[in-house]
Each structure stands twice: as C-alpha cells, then as structure tokens.
C-alpha cells in the first residue's frame, strides 16, 4: 500500500459515505482493481459500497 494511501485511510476512512467513496477512488488510482479488492475485503460489511465499486471497476475494465 502507497503511504499517501495509508493516509487516505487514516483520515478518511469511515468518516462518511462521501469520504469512503473519495478514498475508493484515490486507491483505485493509486493501486488499481488490486488495492479496491483489499480494501473491500478489509471493509467486508461495514462498507458495502466497496463491493459495488469493485464490481463496477471490474465491468468497466472487462475483467
């Protein structure tokens, strides 16, 4: 994981549903369909928009 990404989490994490969703996008920049797959399992149920992000990720992409 980046050490901007560690930070996103640090600050961003769990805060509201906007700051989730920024920080889905700031990993999925940084790290890609990989690091939105961590994070989504890290999130499991607390933050289900992370699986619905994965998945629109993966079907934009193709994957």
Not at 26 to 40: C, K
């Amino acid at each position: 994981m980046h050490n901007f990404t560690t930070h996103a989490v640090e600050i961003l994490g769990g805060k509201t549903n906007r700051a989730d969703v920024l920080l889905m996008e700031i990993v999925n920049w940084l790290e890609g369909i990989e690091g939105i797959a961590r994070l989504s399992r890290d999130w499991k149920s607390t933050q289900p928009r992370g699986y619905l992000f994965w998945i629109q990720c993966l079907v934009t992409k193709n994957d």
